[in-house]
């Protein structure tokens, strides 16, 4: 049966192992809690607990400003056709009509508009909307794109996912709350490795738990469709297709199974390789690119968000940023990714015939950046991950303090645009026209200062390259 027969709104049956995704202590104590609750479920049942005291999971409203925005502009992670509207008081997403809500949690993850193919298809096949899924699940996917792209050469499949991934529910806890447990709000859907995965393992960070607290609104301001995500549901997960899985019957990823196990058997290939590439690589998995990352081809590849490069010690911080991850900062490659200057193997084309289709058309390069829009920033603690500086009692500084876009040149004025893949960039016009509404040079941030609220500390942590 192909995945595109599949359709199922049960759950896996097979066993599955913990997802680490920021929530794997509380999935753990759910265990426990299930075998005991049985009474507690009825008499709650009875009683009519009120759900609407949960907070774990729940909307939480937005602490998004007018400076991360601009930051997402500036480091490509949002092309110059889509513009973007910051939430006011509501706690839950009130939409106008066009819209479409998206993360800021997740852009740093690896996401980007439009989406991917890939992206879109996961969704669609497993009926899921962005806010069904955590940061961290935004890491994993990245990692698997990262994975087939940077070390197959090939484009992901669902069916190689669900081979190596399960899915399964995120439900409200507490011995209080009646059963059948409702999922939560935002993260309902957990990505975790199967049983047996021979797949690598990545943790997330345990303390992004509060990533649905950075949503906002993003719309297409042409024709053409630059954004590329669903209509808006607030509806929970219905577990469509979230039994699916191939196992051996799909031919393509068997091979790529035994590829992989003798690479880890040849080579020094593990985890924190997949993490680094896209990291160094400076290239978002989930954002659709003109061409697969091995085919990248230096500073002028249009598919980065910038040809400048990262220091070993910044690909460390910037890791740390997203995940969990013991990697030395003076680490070497187990194996280095596939490039147009190292391409497959001839055994690997032989094996794969999908490596040579779709291969990279001519691209337009894109000039050098003067300064790097993505910068790496110093914290305090690189454990606690990303906290939203309005939680912290911070505030964005203030426009009198962060240079303007308009005489920041940090993105070079004939940067070339991905056209038909993404759009024209945002700054050519932004420098050419002056202020715009959706993002107010006044507020734009420099190119060496993101987002305090995305990075916990102030600008004048940041680290520059020299």
């Given at each position: 049966m192909s995945s595109e027969q599949y359709a199922s709104s049960s759950s896996s049956g097979n066993p599955e192992d913990p997802a680490s995704d920021g929530l794997s202590a509380e999935l753990a104590r759910t265990e426990t809690e299930s075998s005991q609750e049985q009474d507690a479920g009825?008499?709650?049942q009875a009683s009519g607990t009120d759900l609407s005291e949960v907070t774990r999971g729940a909307w939480m409203g937005s602490s998004v400003s007018q400076y991360e925005i601009d930051w997402l502009y500036r480091s490509r992670r949002i092309p110059e056709g889509v513009s973007c509207r910051i939430p006011g008081d509501e706690i839950e997403p009130v939409l106008q009509p066009g819209e479409r809500v998206v993360f800021l949690a997740h852009f740093e993850r690896g996401f980007g508009l439009p989406v991917s193919s890939f992206f879109r298809d996961f969704l669609d096949f497993y009926k899921l909307q962005p806010h069904h899924l955590p940061g961290n699940a935004i890491f994993y996917l990245s990692c698997y794109v990262t994975f087939m792209e940077a070390y197959i050469g090939i484009r992901p499949t669902r069916e190689t996912f669900a081979r190596f991934f399960a899915l399964r529910i995120n439900s409200v806890q507490g011995l209080d709350i009646p059963k059948p447990k409702p999922p939560v709000q935002c993260g309902s859907c957990i990505i975790?490795?199967?049983?047996?995965s021979p797949f690598f393992k990545f943790s997330g960070l345990e303390s992004c738990r509060s990533w649905q607290g950075t949503f906002f609104y993003v719309k297409n301001t042409g024709a053409a469709d630059l954004i590329d995500l669903p209509p808006f549901d607030p509806a929970p997960p219905t577990k469509t297709n979230w039994s699916y899985n191939p196992k051996e019957s799909h031919n393509e990823t068997n091979r790529i199974i035994r590829f992989m196990k003798q690479r880890m058997k040849d080579t020094d290939l593990c985890s924190d390789d997949i993490i680094r590439t896209f990291i160094s690589r400076r290239v978002l998995p989930l954002k659709r690119r003109a061409h697969k990352m091995s085919e990248m081809y230096g500073p002028g590849d249009p598919t980065k968000i910038t040809g400048l490069p990262l220091s070993k010690k910044d690909v460390v911080l910037k890791a740390r940023q997203i995940c969990q991850t013991s990697m030395p900062e003076d680490w070497e490659w187990g194996l280095r990714p596939?490039?147009?200057?190292?391409?497959?193997?001839?055994?690997?084309?032989?094996?794969?015939?999908?490596?040579?289709?779709?291969?990279?058309?001519?691209?337009?390069?894109?000039?050098?950046?003067?300064?790097?829009?993505?910068?790496?920033?110093?914290?305090?603690d690189l454990k606690?991950?990303?906290?939203?500086?309005?939680?912290?009692?911070?505030?964005?500084?203030e426009p009198s303090d962060v240079p303007s876009a308009n005489l920041n040149p940090q993105i070079h004025e004939h940067a070339a645009p991905l056209q038909a893949e993404a759009g024209k960039e945002?700054?050519?016009?932004?420098?050419?026209?002056?202020?715009?509404?959706?993002?107010?040079?006044?507020?734009?941030?420099?190119?060496?200062?993101?987002?305090?609220n995305a990075s916990g500390p102030s600008p004048s942590r940041v680290r520059s390259l020299p």
């Open positions: 009825s008499s709650s975790g490795s199967r049983q047996a596939l490039s147009s200057t190292n391409p497959p193997t001839q055994e690997a084309k032989d094996r794969f015939p999908r490596i040579g289709s779709g291969k990279r058309g001519r691209c337009r390069k894109r000039g050098l950046d003067k300064f790097d829009p993505d910068p790496v920033i110093f914290w305090k606690m991950g990303r906290t939203p500086a309005a939680r912290l009692g911070k505030a964005p500084p945002f700054v050519d016009k932004l420098m050419a026209q002056g202020q715009k509404n959706k993002t107010p040079a006044s507020d734009a941030g420099s190119s060496q200062a993101p987002p305090p």
